[in-house]
């Protein structure tokens, strides 16, 4: 069982009230050759469903910030404003389904900052990286208004490109989230 594991390693040994790892390590039983039937309230969210949709929701807005940025280049007003606001609307939709994906994980799973490791580190990794994705949908809400402005230009876009880069460094953060957090 997963408290043996004190017996084994120094390092758990001041914690003895250590009930979980991650669940795709999985507990000591396992090397042992035992036979391991997981707890249901240290079950690792799944990647189908709202995760899948997040993801969905950020290679899409990677997508139109460029189609925005392309309409910077070409001078296509109407372009760059369509593609900003679409950007910060799938930013704005990625946040309510990881609000929701919360709330999931907390009332159906029990899924809480307590539940061991999994627990921690996801609500740690996926709530950083949601705070800097309200972060930057606030960037872009700010270049948004800048653009329909009338701020940029194809030549001087210094600030569009500098948050344009952060939200594609987003989107990427996610996918190595996506892969280690929902699916390993």
């Not at 004190?6 to 039983?29: Q, R």
């Not at 950020?58 to 950007?87: D, E, F």
């Not at 208004?145 to 569009?160: A, I, S, V, Y």
């Amino acid at each position: 069982s997963v408290p043996d594991l004190a017996a084994f390693d120094p390092l758990f040994t001041p914690y003895k009230d250590f009930l979980g790892t991650w669940p795709s390590i999985g507990p000591g039983g396992m090397v042992l050759g035992t036979e391991y039937v997981p707890d249901p309230k240290f079950m690792a969210m799944g990647w189908s469903g709202l995760p899948a949709i997040n993801t969905a929701l950020l290679l899409t807005s990677g997508a139109t910030i460029t189609w925005a940025h392309w309409g910077l280049i070409k001078n296509n007003r109407k372009q760059l404003v369509i593609g900003m606001a679409l950007t910060v609307a799938l930013g704005i939709a990625f946040l309510i389904c990881q609000g929701l994906e919360y709330h999931h994980a907390y009332t159906e799973m029990g899924l809480t900052l307590g539940s061991g490791a999994y627990g921690a580190s996801f609500f740690m990794l996926t709530g950083f990286h949601g705070f800097h994705v309200l972060l930057g949908t606030l960037m872009l809400i700010v270049i948004l208004l800048r653009c329909m402005k009338g701020h940029f230009t194809p030549e001087h876009h210094f600030g569009f490109e500098g948050v344009a880069w952060y939200w594609h460094f987003v989107d990427v953060v996610w996918l190595g989230l996506f892969i280690f957090v929902y699916i390993l």
